[in-house]
Each structure stands twice: as structure tokens, then as C-alpha cells.
């Protein structure tokens, strides 16, 4: 073989060997994010599997992140809707890359039960401030002068609030697996409650519609709320409904350590500390892609916006695609902001 020959060979090698090893560095991992660092960084190309509770609001918010990721060059898969334990579960496994609407202190249990912070990060603070607490209907309080939740221990109170003809007063309460179900199962036993309330739970909005409809004939009503939610446009806190206080400050342990200080707002003792809701994601996700992890973190929706969502999906317009419309509306809205987020995160892969 001549000399030419051999160099020519040699070239070809080279070059064979160069695509075989991009084409290596193509594969995806099992989760559908890129391997290859470059793109990972830079977003392009890149699957993104992310997760939502059933409720509405948590797909409202959900929509908004996927389109700055498809901003910066992602490309987001249709957002899972799952129980709030599988989807911590998922996020952990890496089956999910994210999910967007993790309650800090409400969900301590799943963060810690999922690996914690080996193999799960907290980023961002999408919804500030979000509350929870126990309401009644103003006309009802004022009528028997009640303000606090261990009233009810009267049976003659709680008979009041009583919808099915036990004598025990019905309270409207939590989807099993939110956490907040937790919470209220822990206060029954705290304020000595059990043998005059009863915790009624199934599908939260459905259960909330029928205590609306019980407001609007005249009668007395009593119901876990969270905010954001459609119920703080349909029955509005001091005007038709008034929030309870508690006796003392008491919460699952595993919550955390809270004195009556921080479960107080506005002068009253909620029995609930405020929360933040936040991105929940997978440290290798983040690690390989700074772009998306720069995007959660400066990704913030006001309250005020998703309850005006919500009023939406409670007057009909509740289908996924009626919730990106309006994730698409309030992106449009928000332009200016919005596109500084995108701006930021992709600055933040190239550095």
C-alpha cells in the first residue's frame, strides 16, 4: 500500500471513529434527559418530564415552566398528573425530571421519605405565602359568636355544622395523599374533636361545590381551605365566610418544630404555618442542566393570578387544553417578565 494510501485510510479511521463516539454521546438516559453535556447545558434538543398534583391550579403552573423551557430550547413531555406521593416518588427515581408544585412544609413527609436532600432539591418559590386554614360561614359565627375551632367541642356547636343527621358536625376536608389530611387528623386528636366532627374526605373540589351549594340555601357550613384555590372567589374570607382560630399551635411531627408565632397571621392562630410552593427536582437533573434549574429558580406566580385561573376552571374552562390557554394568557401578560427569566437561564448555561 502506498504512502498516500495509508494516509487517506488513517482519515477515514479517524473520522469513523469521531462519529461513532458522537453518536454515543447522543444516547438518552432512561428518564429522557440528555447525556451529552453540551445540549444538557444548553437545553437544545433536551426532554423534560415533569409532574403535577390533580389539581388544576398545579397544572396552571406547570404549563407557565414548560413554555420557558421550551423557550430556551427544551423539549417539555405532556405534564403527568399524579397523587402527591407518586410524584415525589417518580421525581426521586428519576422517572420525572421535576415536579412543580411541592408544598415545603406540608410535604416534608414525601421529601424526606423520597432520599431527601441526597437525591431530591428544592429550587425556586413559585407560589409565595400560600395559606390554609378552617373557615365557617360568616352568618353562622356571628349568629353564635364563634371564632375558634375548639368550640366546636360543644356537641350543641357542632350540631350546627351537622350535614348527614349523625349530630356530628361535617367538616369539609382533604383528598387522601395531599398531606394536608395529616394535618387535620392530628388537630381532631389535639383539640379533643373526635367525638364531635367528622373528617369527610374524597375528591376535595367536588366535596367544596356541595359545600357551596349548602352556603347558598341558607345553612351553615365548615371546610378545610388552601389558597390558591376557585373557593377564595366563591365564598370570600371576611365577607361570606370568616377564618377560625385554634386553641394553641400543634402540627405533625414531622413537619417540623412551629411555635404560635409562625402559625399566626393577620392577629389570629390559623393552626397552619404559611407555606411555600416550590419546584422539586432531581439532583442529577440539575447538576446537567443549569438552564432549567436557573428557570425554577426565578420562576414566581402570584397567588391573586391563579385564583383569577381558578375562577376560570370553576365557571367551565377546565380541560387541559382550556389550562394551557390560560398558562399561555398569563405568559403574555407577563411578557417582559417572563422573557427576563428566559434570558437569565439561558445565560446561565453558557456560564
Request: charged share 25%; net charge positive.
Amino acid at each position: 500500500m502506498t504512502t498516500r494510501k495509508i494516509y487517506i485510510f488513517a482519515c477515514i479511521s479517524l473520522v469513523a471513529a469521531l462519529f461513532v463516539s458522537l453518536i454515543a454521546c447522543e444516547k438518552q438516559n432512561p428518564n429522557g434527559s440528555q447525556s451529552t453535556a453540551g445540549k444538557a447545558i444548553l437545553g437544545k434538543g433536551v426532554k423534560v418530564s415533569s409532574g403535577a398534583s390533580v389539581s388544576t391550579y398545579a397544572l396552571f403552573v406547570s404549563e407557565i415552566i414548560n413554555i420557558g423551557l421550551q423557550k430556551i430550547g427544551y423539549q417539555p413531555a405532556a405534564v403527568k398528573q399524579l397523587s402527591i406521593p407518586l410524584a415525589h416518588i417518580s421525581v426521586s427515581t428519576g422517572d420525572l425530571d421535576f415536579y412543580s408544585v411541592h408544598w415545603e412544609k406540608l410535604h416534608t413527609k414525601f421529601f424526606l421519605q423520597n432520599g431527601g436532600d441526597k437525591k431530591l432539591e428544592r429550587v425556586g418559590i413559585i407560589l409565595a405565602d400560600a395559606l390554609q386554614s378552617y373557615q365557617i360561614d360568616k352568618k353562622t359565627a356571628e349568629q353564635y359568636k364563634i371564632t375558634n375551632l375548639a368550640q366546636l367541642k360543644d356537641p350543641n356547636i357542632a350540631k350546627l355544622f351537622d350535614s348527614d343527621g349523625d349530630g356530628k358536625a361535617n367538616l369539609t376536608g382533604c383528598n387522601p395523599g395531599w398531606g394536608c389530611e395529616l394535618v387535620i387528623e392530628h388537630h381532631l386528636d389535639a383539640y379533643k374533636l373526635r367525638d364531635t366532627v367528622e373528617h369527610d374526605q374524597g375528591n376535595y373540589d367536588v366535596l367544596l361545590a356541595g359545600a357551596l351549594a349548602r352556603y347558598q340555601q341558607g345553612n351553615p357550613i365548615l371546610f378545610y381551605s388552601y389558597i390558591p384555590h376557585w373557593s377564595v372567589t366563591a365564598l370570600k374570607p371576611g365577607e361570606d365566610t370568616i377564618r377560625l382560630e385554634v386553641p394553641f399551635t400543634s402540627l405533625p411531627k414531622e413537619q417540623g418544630k412551629f411555635t404560635e408565632k409562625d402559625t399566626t397571621i393577620n392577629g389570629k392562630n390559623l393552626g397552619i404555618a404559611v407555606d411555600q410552593v416550590r419546584v422539586i427536582a432531581n439532583k442529577k437533573f440539575l447538576v446537567a442542566n443549569p438552564a432549567a434549574k436557573r428557570l425554577f429558580e426565578l420562576t414566581t406566580i402570584p397567588i391573586e393570578d391563579v385564583n383569577a385561573q381558578q375562577k376560570l376552571v370553576k365557571n367551565g374552562e377546565n380541560t387541559p387544553k382550556d389550562i394551557r390557554r390560560h398558562a399561555e394568557e398569563w405568559v403574555q401578560k407577563n411578557q417582559e417578565l417572563f422573557d427576563s427569566w428566559v434570558e437569565s437561564a439561558k445565560k446561565a448555561a453558557k456560564t
